[in-house]
């Protein structure tokens, strides 16, 4: 017997990872089209199976019993096949929204709530707000009197619940509002977890509203849909753990600094270390315009090389579990360090101007300029790393510095 989880697209789905850590028991992945729904629902060799986008409430049609919960919300996330061969379905998602809600001490009772969207994954939270005593719930979809376009009339939102799509890998750096509009919001819940920092949570951290992504959720949910599969109990503790794990696995090291301050050099160490890919931005632009920076800037100027910059390093960031070089400039845009801070942890290697390597660094050309150029990006590079670490002539002491900070990160 088998477990799984169905859906449309699931190339990047954590489930089997975290099923893995929760259970002895085989759990796989299942693309359907929806024309394949009705042999899928058969097959007597599933013991059970998660659902997710599209398929919720084709999984409800589909099933002969349904729990309570199920059956408030109208969707579907977890199928049991009974011994007579008819099917359970139950919706742990609702679980799990609790859970994350637990987790960041956030409570409902008489708070306005803003959900955006009204799809399966907002049905639950409504039904989850409601349950918890919330004055007012508003649903805001692209139809209706509460559209987008009408976000004004609920300034006084209390807390706001992404359960949308938007933002989520590929169409990173996208957000579904502006958090400025609403000046009383006490917390963000963006359902997504991939991106671990969608657009959205950048700039609630920016604003400092409390937020959270959607990964303990996530986790929460196959947990009690664990329990459901085997009929055992799970101790809560290990969705810490679960989360943990993911997050090491799946943050990104982004180091960024001066030119010539080694980033390239400490980042192969790194992943060789680490066992990780490394990703290089002054690299990636080289092999997609067949040309070296210094050409590149000699035809074409520094504009230009922006800008395919800022290509690398959207590309870069979407990455997860990956060692990210950056060219020394590169963190002078915003839209760049919102594309490398939205999977991963950022590292500054700080090192005497006087010992950076220059060769071949068309803004290096003598020590003024370096310092000018210091005295420009000194505070960015501060305010944006998560920590600073000294540049030590060995590389390899360099290195066991980064892990240790990013272990303790």
């Avoid at 169905?6 to 893995?20: E, N, Y």
């Avoid at 390239?264 to 990703?279: D, I, N, P, Y």
Wanted: with cysteine; net charge negative; aromatic share 6%.
């Amino acid at each position: 017997m088998q477990y799984g989880l169905l859906g449309r697209k699931l190339s990047h789905s954590l489930s089997p990872q975290i099923h893995t850590l929760l259970g002895a028991y085989p759990y796989a992945l299942f693309e359907r089209e929806e024309s394949a729904l009705a042999a899928f629902f058969s097959d007597e060799q599933l013991a059970g199976f998660n659902v997710t986008i599209p398929y919720k409430t084709h999984a409800y049609a589909a099933c002969d019993a349904r729990s309570e919960t199920a059956t408030r919300i109208g969707a579907v996330n977890t199928v049991i096949r009974r011994p007579d061969g008819t099917l359970f379905g139950d919706n742990t998602d609702y679980f799990g929204f609790c859970h994350m809600a637990d987790h960041c001490g956030v409570t409902f009772q008489g708070k306005k709530v803003l959900i955006l969207g009204s799809g399966g994954a907002s049905r639950m939270v409504q039904v989850v707000c409601k349950d918890r005593g919330a004055r007012e719930i508003i649903v805001v979809s692209r139809n209706g009197k509460n559209d987008y376009d009408h976000l004004h009339l609920h300034r006084d939102a209390d807390i706001l619940v992404n359960a949308t799509p938007v933002g989520m890998y590929p169409n990173n750096l996208e957000a579904p509002v502006d958090l400025q509009l609403f000046p009383n919001l006490c917390a963000v819940f963006d359902l997504i977890y991939n991106p671990m920092r969608t657009a959205l949570l950048q700039q609630a951290e920016a604003l400092k509203i409390p937020c959270i992504n959607g990964l303990r959720m996530l986790v929460a949910q196959a947990l009690r849909s664990a329990e459901l599969f085997t009929g055992h109990p799970i101790a809560l503790t290990k969705i810490d753990e679960i989360c943990q794990t993911i997050e090491a696995t799946q943050r990104n090291v982004i180091l960024i600094g001066m030119p010539g301050c080694g980033k390239s050099t400490v980042a192969k160490t790194l992943a060789e270390k680490l066992h990780r890919r490394v990703f290089d931005t002054d690299a990636m632009v080289e092999e997609v315009d067949g040309r070296t920076i210094p050409q590149i800037f000699e035809a074409q100027g520094e504009p230009f090389f922006r800008t395919l910059e800022t290509a690398a390093c959207e590309e870069a960031g979407k990455q997860q579990g990956v060692i990210i070089a950056t060219g020394g400039g590169a963190v002078l845009s915003e839209r760049n360090r919102a594309a490398l801070k939205q999977n991963g942890v950022v590292i500054y290697l700080q090192k005497e101007l006087t010992t950076l390597a220059t060769d071949g660094r068309p803004l290096s050309k003598d020590i003024e300029a370096l310092q000018s150029i210091y005295r420009t990006r000194k505070a960015i590079y501060e305010t944006y790393a998560d920590d600073i670490i000294p540049v030590d002539p060995d590389v390899s002491v360099t290195t066991e510095r980064v892990i240790s900070c990013i272990c303790s990160l």
